[in-house]
Every structure is written in structure tokens, then in C-alpha cells.
């Protein structure tokens, strides 16, 4: 790396400061509707755990077979009120949003069964969940299984390419909210009703399922309070564990549907009856109840770090005045070495981890080689801030949360300077 000249520097500097001053005061109308949604997500959680009547004693862990877990039964009731669902399984042995997602698939389809993707290729380790894209041992391919998906149209679904490839055959639909590692747009909830009733309008029968991951309260409500979403799935080291889950997932929506699942996670006859509360409930509790200020934190953060990165030239997605719908901003970094330096300022800024350097590396499940930054208290836990991305072209790097802005705010700033 070239020496930079006290001169240059300080000029860089003072050009940073300006533009982040500028950014902050241009940010004042969007972080006020994102607060808005804010309280009332909140009030949604408070009120159902209130309604829920939730007690000291539901905080409380569990070993063996844990029947009658109260605070586990208690945790899927309030789950599935403050997602507007019929039912809930809100476990910690789900290992990753991944696994709850494919729980879902493999407790509701059977061999011959058809699913389609309605937002195109699903992110890299839905692909080897499925097997079509990328073979792999216990797939869905491998199970007989039938695969199609409709390509998305300049970033966003194809509406009249539904009713092509749903057909009276296809048992299930997936709609992944979030982007994963592609520039396509995040599906709003307005989307997601636009498209799911299109589905339903083309196969009345068809299972209507939700990749909610990253999307929990970013908006005023969530998927399954629809009439026409049927099931969805997340994980709770990101937004709905408020930063306090130290891991696990979720699945809510109707009844039949979440308990075919559940017999996926256990075994046949045994479904939510069992799963013991190996680590405090509280964590879990508490997590849901801040989650709707700490999304709030990591939506704001990412409307800064557009704000920023627009202002020093780089392509981003969602743009700074662009509608949020999940809590990643995307920024196109063109190069290798400038996805490494904004990596590892991220690293560098973190209160955990912060000595390490990241590298780029074959992460279970990924086509690419990865670059991850995610010093954080729960390792792998998306809602804290974190950038990461495949080693491809166009380098384009994924920033998401930050338990606060203030902390987001601090390493964006960083991998501004790193960058330049």
C-alpha cells in the first residue's frame, strides 16, 4: 500500500467529516419513520406479552425430554401472537435460519411433490438444501423432489411469470424476503401480499412460504398476519433475538403446517412436545422484547452507510432515500482489495475479535469463497454488525447490524477511511 502524505490524509479526513455531517442531517426524515415503526413494534410485542401473561417463571431451563417445558410452550405462544400466526416452534436447537428453513421443506413436501422459487436462485445454502443448483448428500433433489424457480426481472418478481410456473401440481411456493448475496430489491410486505396473492390465484391449494429472514420488524407487521401466507421461517441470532439469543430459529404460521414441521425437528409423534430449554429462556424473551428498538438501530445504521458510501462514489442497494425491508445495505466495493480493507476495518471496530484480520474462505455451503467481519458477542449473530460477502465480481460487500447505531455508525466511518 502507497505512503499517503500528511496533507492527503487530513484532506480525506476533513472531506469524511463534512460528508458524514451531511448524511446525518439528510438521515433526519428517514431515522424519524423508522423510529415510528419502532414504537409500534414494540407496543405489538409488549402487548402480547402482557395478553400472554409472561412470568419469572418461564425463564427458568429444562434437560431430558423436557415434557411440559412451560417456559418453551409459553415462548411459542407469544411468538406466534406477535407474528399474527396460528401456531409457533421457537427453538434453540435450530442450528441456523438455513435449518428452520428446511425443516419446513422436508416436513411439508414428500416425494413428487413440486416447489417453486419465486425470487429467483435462493441464496447459496438453500441451493444445496434443495440440490438442483449444487448436488448434495440428503437433499431435496435426492428425495424426488421436483424444482423450479422464475428468474426475478430487473430486481424484482416476475408477476406474470407466476402463473406459468405455479401449476395446479406445486404443493409449495417460496418467497426469500431478503436479497442474500444478489442485487435484486428485498421484498416489501406490500410485495409479498401482491405476490402471494397472485400465487394463490393461480393454485388456491398452494403452500405459501416466507424466507423471513432479516425482514422481522422492519416494517409494522410480519408476513403471516396475511390471509395468504401460510408458514415462514427465521432465525433468532438475527433480528427477532434483539442480540440476547445465543442461537436457534423459528417457524410460524398455521397450525398443521408449523406441527408437520415439528415432526421434522423431533420424529413423527413427537413435534413440539419435546426439545428441552438447555440455556436460560430469559435470553429469548428479553431478546423478542428489544428487537424491535435494536432492528430499529441496524435499519438506521444502514441508511448511513448508503448515505456515505453514495457520497464517495460507490454504487449501493437499497439507495440512501430507498424504502427498507430488511436491515442489509449492499455496497459495490469493484475490487478484491477494497472488499478485504472494508472487511477488516469492520473487524477492527468490533468489541470482540477486534485483533483479527479476516480472510476470504470456503464456508460450508457457499459456491465462493467468503470474506467475513463479525466480531461479535454471538458468533455468527447477524443482527450485530457485521459485513461479509463471496469473493466475486462485482465485489460487492453486505453490511448488516449493529445492536447500536452509534457502533454503526463508528465502523462505517472506519471502512470509509479503510477504503480510501
Known sequence: MRNIPEREENVQADRLTALRAEVLERAAVPFRRIDGIAEANTRRVLDAMRECRISDAHFGVSFGYAYSDLGREKLD????????????????????GTHALATVLFGLLRPGDHLVSITGAPYDTMQTVIGWAHESTGSLKEFGILYDELAMQDGRVDMAGIGRIVTPQTKVALIQRSRGYSERQPLTIADIRMVSERIKE???????????????????????????????????????????????????????????????????????????????????????????????????????????????????????????????????????????????????????????????????????????????????????????????????????GGLTFEHAALGVMAAAEAIL
Not at 85 to 95: D, G, H, I, K, M
Not at 362 to 372: E, F, L, N, R, V
Request: glycine residues 10%.
Open 77 to 96: 405462544a407469544l411468538y406466534a401472537r406477535v407474528f399474527g400466526a396460528e401456531r409457533a416452534l421457537v427453538r434453540t436447537q435450530f442450528v441456523s
Open 202 to 400: 393461480a393454485n388456491p391449494n398452494c403452500i405459501v412460504f416466507v424466507d423471513n429472514c432479516y425482514g422481522e420488524f422492519v416494517d409494522l407487521c410480519e408476513p403471516t398476519s396475511l390471509e395468504t401466507i401460510d408458514i415462514m421461517a427465521g432465525s433468532l441470532i438475527k433480528n427477532p433475538g434483539g442480540g440476547l439469543a445465543p442461537t436457534g430459529g423459528y417457524i410460524a404460521g398455521r397450525a398443521p403446517l408449523v406441527e408437520a414441521a415439528s415432526y421434522r425437528l423431533t420424529a413423527p409423534g413427537m413435534g413440539d412436545e419435546l426439545g428441552a430449554s438447555l440455556v436460560s429462556n430469559r435470553l429469548l424473551y428479553q431478546g423478542l422484547f428489544l428487537a424491535p428498538h435494536v432492528v430499529a438501530q441496524a435499519v438506521k445504521g444502514a441508511v448511513f452507510a448508503a448515505g456515505i458510501f453514495e457520497g464517495m462514489g460507490c454504487h449501493t442497494f437499497p439507495h440512501f432515500t430507498d424504502e427498507r425491508s430488511d436491515i442489509i445495505q449492499a455496497i459495490v466495493l469493484g475490487t478484491p482489495e477494497r472488499m478485504k480493507a472494508f472487511a477488516r476495518a469492520i473487524q477492527a471496530m468490533s468489541p470482540v475479535d477486534a485483533f483479527a484480520a479476516p480472510e476470504p474462505w470456503d464456508m460450508p455451503g457457499y459456491a465462493d469463497q467468503i470474506i467475513m467481519a463479525a466480531g461479535t458477542f454471538v458468533q455468527g449473530a447477524s443482527i450485530e454488525l457485521s459485513a461479509d460477502g463471496p469473493m466475486r465480481a462485482p465485489y460487492c460487500i453486505y453490511l448488516q
